[in-house]
């Protein structure tokens, strides 16, 4: 149960990046597979950049 919560409260916070990068003109679905990617590489500081 504990896991689930977790599991709702991260796909919560990707709301975020999608939204940033739908504002920003960028493809949100590919920004976000890409964040993730970076993070799951150890960048867990990586974000987007909307100043492209």
Same mark, same amino acid.
Request: proline fraction near 4%.
């Given at each position: ?17 999608? %939204? ?10 590919? %920004? ?21």
């Amino acid at each position: 149960m504990e896991q689930y919560c977790f599991r709702s409260f991260a796909e919560a916070l990707e709301v975020i990046p999608f %939204t940033l990068a739908e504002n920003a003109g960028l493809n949100p679905i590919s %920004t976000v597979t890409e964040l993730r990617a970076r993070h799951a590489q150890g960048e867990k500081n990586a974000g987007i950049n909307v100043r492209k």
